[in-house]
């Protein structure tokens, strides 16, 4: 069991604590993509139901066969590529230190620039200073097996440092991590909902094809 922040520490990592857990709206976010994806599905369903294949059956000639084939088509690929797009709200993205550097969370790289001490405490001023004490232990680890015995000692010492250091670090990394989660998930929610308002477009032109060639 790794040994608690510090007393200087103890309240800044209280705070973070006490607060609601960003992947609190993570829940929220999939709630919203399976919502959506029933919505598409009712859609699909519809398109595929029994009013177009009796529509169909005013056909009479391949011109409008083939204009209303294809009207359904791009109907049906709307919906499918509303679908895509919505069912990856649902698929848990992998979060780690990497992660922050994706295009996807510029908004969350900005508030931490704006406000560091809420992410970072007294402990770092970064990313990679919160990273640094774990970097520094696998340095030393690699090095201990090998190490002369006057080393060791001095090995041993910095690696037992650099580990108190990674119990007082691994609440804001944890924090961290956890908000750029939660934060890939909305983003997917935001480009889901641009893509299937997109793929609506596509939807009802397809209709408009299929419903002009079949209702003449």
């Known amino acids: 069991m790794s040994a608690g922040p510090p007393a200087g520490e103890q309240p800044g990592v209280a705070v973070l604590e006490a607060l609601p857990s960003p992947l609190d709206s993570v829940a929220d976010s999939r709630d919203a993509a399976r919502w959506t994806l029933a919505s598409t599905g009712a859609v699909g369903a519809l398109l595929l139901g029994g009013g177009p294949l009796l529509a169909v059956g005013r056909i009479t000639d391949w011109a409008h066969a083939a204009w209303a084939g294809g009207g359904l088509l791009v109907a049906l690929l709307g919906v499918a590529w509303a679908m895509w797009q919505t069912s990856e709200v649902l698929v848990p993205p992998l979060t780690t230190p990497d992660a922050l550097t994706s295009p996807a969370l510029r908004g969350l790289r900005r508030q931490i620039d704006a406000a560091p001490g ?3 405490g007294t402990l770092a001023t970064d990313v990679e200073d919160l990273l640094r004490h774990r970097r520094l232990a696998m340095e030393i680890s690699r090095r201990l097996p090998a190490a002369e015995p006057a080393q060791r000692a001095a090995l041993e010492r910095g690696l037992a440092t650099a580990r108190r ?10 924090w961290l991590l956890a908000t750029a989660h939660a934060w890939l998930v909305r983003e997917k929610l935001r480009k889901a909902r641009r893509h299937t308002f997109l793929s609506a477009v596509v939807v009802i032109t397809g209709a408009v094809v299929f419903l002009g060639a079949t209702g003449r």
């Open 165 to 174: 250091n990674i119990a007082r670090t691994d609440p804001y990394l944890r």
């Open 118 to 120: 809420y992410y970072f």
